[in-house]
């Protein structure tokens, strides 16, 4: 792959210059796991003026130890143990996860706020947010989930919540670390960092590639897997600490590629009974390749310790081409959701795609979803302490954001040949989609931080105003002269209020709760509605006789639900969102840790932490209407929003001391519904519940090796997660990998 070469350079040189000393950070009496003394919430996403103890929104931490304690690099693995997530997989990989947060829609995470070092990170946040790009899990240093009234703080998707991830930080002298380690299915994952800090200037070096042959399998032998090469750099310069007033400017730069064999074909009901992993014949030429570069300038500015301005400029392009399966033409034509969905009526089509029968030249259409996006803009956020008696803090923050996706589309034909996919008609570029969506935004919000005694008190406001465009050229025009181009364009201004509350009762028990206004931008088309909702929670932390934890309630009610036209759900692709009318969502959240061997003793040399979290959600339609969506279709009062499960837990434990880990994970996913509707599940609309253990083994050799060995799903269950976007797809089946770390 491109730039292949000069990557595998960058992780030579780190080993070359690996010098033989430890960071504090990384030594291995910190490397063992703990459990969440505090959901702490770092700098990047709240400030640091918001202690946790007294943060009035619900949140979860997910630190560098938790991630290192299995070694995923699926974020819906990581995902699911966060109380309020829901997720539905696709990959088995987690290349594009569908996240949802408290009831939001999760196809392509696009009705969640996704962000990289609290920078916007979907491929076009306004215009497009469909995650078909997603940060690199396994490069990430630690994960933020942000829900409840502070959201004000994080938009333009204010009504689930927010993800931020951190990417790994600049230490804080001369370190690193080399990871490289094997699995089945010719799974790699090979890792190098290299960083120094001095008084002035500070880097940090990344590489990160993992890939697997997959575990589906095509008749003719084809990889069915990924290939994935992520490389980060920072460099800082800083004045000295002592200097009368601190600044610091931060250069980050980041590139990665992949290539993965990756289809939209799923299976039948029948296929999917006698082997889950099998793959049709016709899927054979499908294939996504990507590329995403990113800039960031950070620039931070301390005139006295009470002020504090960080302002960041971002700039993120991102191209992909999915050539993938589209549709099958016999008699006429077909969509292949539609064959799968029912092969008996669509015979002919269904023997086709499993290639049994030669067809005649260009029954099958290859599209190439070929599409460009750029996202750029400039935040600043400045955050002062206010003298009082009363402790006051107030944050302003201003951004101004600019982003288009470029469609360019086309679409190939094929024959099954001897079931081998032979290509038979070459299509012009632009020829199936030629049009660019665009938009600019400006928002900006004010939080206000007031303490009194045990009392916190957080009123906030957002403002977001958006101008939104779509420019279509036409399927006959793909040398874009103008001829036939049609234009339409929406704004959009909304104020979005929200107020937190949290009460110390006394250092174990706290009470807190906040209302605030739910928001997603609506698309292009003049006079569409925003998805809006009024979203209220109440909860409790509390620390009792050595139980940690959190239990919160919430209840989300939208006066306007949003559906998007999305191939990843089986519709054609438009992005045209429409009117879903009133739902709600209410669920309830806990989380809850335990050492088991100690209690309250946190000093014991052997330790059997233990956590546990659980989700209920109930998420429903509270009124009729009409849609030829494939995911929620004829809507009628009461019916249950698809592709939310009603009940999730997950639980972990470690055995553990200074020398090793032992960690299970066991996760829970009730039967959930693939269209909207009430009562009992039809088959062909279920998607059943699974219960699927993950075990990891560490062994700390000394302080700068550690050996590590990862099973996940050992029971090899074998489990439907989705009938997007063409039919049933299997969850990953049992995987094991071994390797080794160095810490320098």
Not at 42 to 65: D, H, M, W
Not at 260 to 275: K, M, P, Q, V
Not at 376 to 382: A, C, L
Not at 423 to 444: E, M
Request: hydrophobic share 35%; glycine share 8%.
């Amino acid at each position: 792959m491109k730039f292949r070469s000069s990557l595998i350079g960058l992780f030579i040189t780190c080993l070359a210059t690996a010098q033989v000393q430890v960071q504090d950070s990384t030594d291995t009496t910190q490397k063992i796991p703990e459990l969440l003394d505090e959901v702490l919430l770092s700098s990047n996403i709240l400030g640091s003026k918001f202690e946790v103890k007294n943060r009035t929104g619900s949140a979860y931490f997910v630190s560098p130890q938790e991630l290192q304690q299995f070694g995923y690099t699926d974020a819906n693995k990581i995902l699911r143990a966060v109380p309020g997530v829901s997720i539905y997989e696709e990959d088995g990989f987690g290349l594009r996860p569908n996240i949802s947060l408290r009831g939001s829609s999760p196809e392509r995470s696009a009705k969640i706020t996704l962000m990289e070092d609290n920078v916007l990170i979907a491929p076009a946040p306004y215009s497009a947010p469909a995650a078909y790009y997603f940060p690199t899990v396994g490069r990430i240093e630690s994960i933020e989930v942000l829900k409840g009234s502070s959201q004000v703080q994080y938009g333009p998707y204010t009504t689930g919540g927010a993800i931020n991830f951190i990417s790994k930080k600049i230490p804080k002298k001369f370190s690193g670390n080399v990871r490289l380690n094997m699995g089945n299915y010719s799974s790699r994952n090979v890792e190098a960092t290299l960083g120094d800090s001095g008084e002035n200037f500070g880097f940090v070096t990344q590489f990160f590639n993992y890939s697997s042959d997959g575990f589906k399998t095509l008749g003719d032998g084809s990889n069915t897997g990924f290939d994935k090469t992520d490389i980060l750099g920072k460099l800082r310069w800083n004045t000295n600490k002592t200097a009368k007033v601190f600044q610091s400017f931060t250069l980050k730069l980041q590139y990665s590629e992949e290539d993965s064999n990756e289809t939209y074909l799923g299976l039948t009901d029948a296929d999917f009974e006698i082997d889950p992993f099998r793959r049709y014949a016709a899927s054979q030429a499908d294939n996504m390749v990507n590329e995403h570069t990113q800039y960031q300038l950070n620039y931070l500015i301390k005139p006295n310790s009470n002020i504090s301005i960080n302002t960041t400029a971002n700039f993120n392009k991102f191209k992909r081409n999915w050539y993938k399966l589209d549709d099958i033409v016999l008699d006429e034509k077909v969509k292949i959701s539609e064959v799968l969905a029912d092969p008996v009526s669509f015979k002919n089509e269904y023997r086709a795609l499993l290639g049994n029968v030669d067809t005649p030249d260009d029954a099958f259409g290859v599209k190439a979803n070929n599409r460009s996006y750029e996202s750029k803009g400039i935040q600043s956020r400045i955050n002062f302490k206010v003298g009082s008696t009363w402790m006051q803090d107030v944050e302003i923050g201003l951004r101004y954001h600019e982003d288009y996706e470029d469609r360019f589309q086309w679409k190939d034909l094929y024959a099954l040949q001897n079931r081998t996919m032979v290509r038979t008609t070459v299509a012009i570029p632009g020829t199936d989609s030629n049009r660019i969506s665009s938009a600019k935004a400006l928002a900006g919000h004010a939080l206000f931080k007031l303490r009194i005694d045990g009392l916190t008190l957080t009123p906030g406001l957002r403002y977001e105003n958006i101008k939104l465009l779509r420019e279509d050229f036409g399927k006959e025009d793909p040398f874009r002269t103008g001829g036939e181009l049609s234009t339409r364009e929406n704004e959009v201004d909304v104020f979005i209020p929200g107020v937190g509350a949290h009460y110390r009762f006394n250092n174990d028990i706290s009470l807190f709760g906040g209302v605030h206004k739910g928001f997603a931008p609506p698309g292009s088309t003049e006079g569409a509605d925003p998805e809006e909702s009024l979203n209220l929670e109440l909860g409790t932390r509390f620390y009792f006789m050595g139980f940690k934890g959190e239990i919160v309630g919430f209840y989300n009610d939208y006066s306007n639900l949003l559906g998007s036209d999305l191939a990843a759900t089986g519709g054609t692709g438009s992005l045209e969102q429409f009117n879903a009318g009133e739902a709600s969502v209410a669920g309830l959240e806990l989380l809850l840790n335990y050492d088991l061997l100690n209690g309250e003793n946190t000093n014991a040399k052997l330790r059997l932490p233990l956590t546990l979290s659980y989700t209920f959600t109930d998420a429903q339609f509270s009124s009729d209407f009409d849609s030829d969506d494939s995911v929620f279709g004829t809507v009628q009062e009461g019916d249950e929003i698809p592709y939310i499960a009603r009940n999730q837990f997950n639980v972990t434990a470690a055995l553990e001391n200074s020398v090793f880990n032992v960690s299970m994970s066991g996760r829970f996913t009730d039967e959930f519904r693939t269209e909207a509707g009430s009562g009992d599940i039809p088959d062909q609309f279920r998607i059943s519940g699974n219960f699927v253990m993950d075990l990891a083994a560490r062994y700390f050799y000394n302080e700068r090796v550690t050996l590590f060995a990862n099973m996940m799903n050992v029971l090899d269950t074998k489990y439907e997660v989705a009938r997007l976007p063409a039919g049933l797809r299997p969850g990953a089946p049992f995987m094991v990998n071994a390797g080794i770390g160095y810490t320098f």
